[in-house]
């Protein structure tokens, strides 16, 4: 379980990387917040890391609460 953790958050990292360029920069202003919340590639990456993220926190409450 550990391993597809650190996958899927290794995964995640590179989220950005891959969808650095995408068609759409320029049509809601490329360098503002609004582009960030209206553009489907970031709003997915921001979803996926938050999840990433909760799942981690929960993963570790677990291992805590059985030590």
Avoid: D, W
Avoid at 8 to 21: D, G, K, W
């Amino acid at each position: 379980m550990k391993k597809i953790i650190v996958s899927f958050i290794l995964f995640v990292m590179c989220m950005p990387l891959i969808s650095l360029a995408h068609p759409g920069h320029g049509e809601t202003g490329g360098y503002t917040i609004t582009h960030y919340f209206t553009e489907p590639v970031h709003v997915v990456v921001s979803l996926v890391a938050l999840m990433a993220v909760v799942v981690y926190i929960r993963h570790l409450r677990k291992s805590k609460q059985h030590n």
